[in-house]
């Protein structure tokens, strides 16, 4: 029997934007986009067990990335997610201002 595995394979899930105003970071630039990476042990090419998990901003052109810890992303992760409603024109301006005030940003 043939067993094929391997590891490394990587998924990303892009929450939103962050702009300077919301969120203190280390890159260049004005925004950034909220990421969480999960690397797999995978086994006849589908992904089984997560073995890493990170967290990161990155720079609109994905060239740079920041590292950070869990507690940052979980404080930043509605509001990106917000963000990303707003900036897709799938709320008004009204609810996205009404939403923030709530979030306390």
Do not use: C
């Amino acid at each position: 029997m043939i067993f094929i595995f391997d590891w490394g394979y990587r998924t990303n899930k892009n929450y939103g934007p962050l702009s300077r105003n919301d969120a203190a970071f280390e890159i260049d630039g004005e925004m950034v986009w909220l990421i969480r990476e999960i690397t797999w042990f995978r086994a006849f090419f589908v992904p089984l067990i997560p073995t890493k998990t990170s967290y990161f901003f990155q720079d609109l052109n994905l060239d740079n990335r920041e590292i950070i810890n869990f507690e940052t992303f979980k404080e930043f992760k509605d509001l990106a997610v917000l963000n990303a409603l707003a900036m897709d024109d799938k709320i008004t301006d009204e609810e996205y201002d009404e939403r923030r005030e709530k979030m306390g940003f």
